[in-house]
């Protein structure tokens, strides 16, 4: 694929202006050794500073795949986590509770539910107190509610870890996201997930964006 001579983003074939800088592509890099040369070269004229990183095309994965990477790697709290990674959780995340609150009370009422009480046993208690209320068809929550309940606890560790690699992204700690703890002010305090990354190598490991040419 072709590389935009101007600011080094890879362009399709034919393409006469570059999505990324807007400016007319009339020179074009077939390979990041290439795309090197030419950025230099524009530097020089324009006397401006040549790029050492630009997007690297080969590393946009689909949302459901950077879902499938958060919960794969739920226990890992270093590296770095770029938006589109934590994007991906938080969409498919969403999409599955909502889903779960629409099936839960088609599910799991009647015998369904009560077989599930059966089995679960001993820790009954222990839920019911965790999510303050009686477990049951007839309880505080209904089984259908108990579902999405479920599914978030399971999700708390996944939540976690790609929130403390967001913080490593944008090169800070990941002690920030203990800010949502804070009733109310703490979402105003913690930095936004949306914030862009580092470019390049930062304190916590390599960009997971950008290439170097």
């Known amino acids: 694929m072709?590389?935009?001579g101007q600011c080094g983003t890879q362009s399709s074939y034919g393409m006469k202006f570059c999505g990324n800088c807007?400016?007319?592509i009339d020179v074009v890099a077939h390979?990041?050794?290439?795309?090197?040369?030419?950025?230099?070269?524009?530097?020089v004229h324009t006397g401006t500073q040549a790029p050492r990183y630009v997007h690297d095309p080969n590393n946009d994965p689909s949302l459901f795949s950077c879902f499938?990477?958060?919960?794969?790697?739920?226990?890992?709290?270093?590296?770095?986590?770029?938006?589109?990674?934590?994007?991906g959780f938080a969409v498919f995340s969403v999409v599955i509770l909502a889903t779960l609150f629409v099936i839960?009370?088609?599910?799991?009422?009647?015998?369904?539910?009560?077989?599930?009480?059966?089995?679960?046993?001993?820790?009954?208690?222990?839920?019911?107190?965790?999510l303050g209320g009686r477990l049951g068809t007839s309880g505080v929550f209904g089984w259908g509610l108990w579902l999405p309940a479920f599914?978030?606890?399971?999700?708390?560790?996944?939540?976690?870890?790609?929130?403390?690699?967001?913080?490593?992204?944008?090169n800070r700690s990941g002690w920030n996201i203990l800010w949502i703890l804070i009733p109310v002010?703490?979402?105003?305090?913690?930095?936004?997930p949306g914030t862009s990354g580092t470019v390049g190598p930062?304190?916590?490991g390599p960009d997971p964006k950008h290439m170097e040419v």
């Not at 799991?108 to 019911?128: Q, R, S, T, V």
């Not at 978030?152 to 944008?170: E, K, N, Q, Y």
């Open 2 to 4: 072709p590389f935009c």
């Open 22 to 24: 807007g400016k007319a």
């Open 31 to 43: 390979s990041t050794a290439g795309l090197r040369s030419i950025l230099v070269n524009n530097a």
């Open 68 to 87: 499938v990477k958060c919960l794969a790697g739920c226990l890992k709290f270093s590296g770095r986590a770029r938006r589109r990674e934590f994007a």
């Open 104 to 130: 839960g009370p088609m599910t799991m009422g009647g015998d369904i539910g009560w077989a599930l009480y059966d089995a679960l046993g001993p820790i009954i208690p222990l839920l019911e107190i965790f």
């Open 151 to 170: 599914y978030s606890i399971a999700m708390f560790l996944p939540f976690v870890s790609v929130g403390v690699r967001r913080m490593h992204d944008t």
């Open 185 to 192: 002010i703490g979402i105003f305090i913690i930095p936004s």
């Open 202 to 204: 930062n304190n916590y």
